[in-house]
């Protein structure tokens, strides 16, 4: 079933703060009017990241397109002024609804800006896109035809990977 934008994007910040708080992380949640840049503060003892939380239920994330000149097709510029909004502590947590049924946790993925900035920059086959794609395989006509897009199995949610982002910095 598909749902509103705005229906995914609470349940994604549900989620993402479910799952930090059940591996023992303190999780502060905005209150008001949503910052722009981060939805999540996590911490544990002196550390801290802040999170932004990005929802999909198409199997991809828009994430430059508001960074990509009107008819320039540069996708690696959109990839970088995109990637230079973001301050230092700020990761990204993906959380895909695609093909998950209602009772089941979603997919999620936390990446660094730098990190997905060079997967949007490599995509097509080097053209670039601004679009984060989960898993997708370009079709024959495509810039990008024969090759498949794929998040790294790296950035699956998982202590390990919430401990190694914590410690970068």
Known sequence: MKVSPRHIGVAAEAAAAALFARIGYDVSVQYGANQPEYDLIVASGERMLKVSVKGSQDGRWG????????????????????????????????????????EQMPRVYLATPAEIAERLRSAAKGRGDTMLHEKHTWAPRAHGAGTTEEIPAVWTFSTARVEELLAIG
């Open 63 to 102: 994430l430059s397109q508001g960074c990509l000149a009107k008819g320039s097709g540069d996708y690696h510029s959109a990839a970088e002024t995109w990637r230079l909004k973001h301050t230092p502590r700020t990761i990204l947590c993906l959380v895909q609804y695609k093909e998950v049924a209602v």
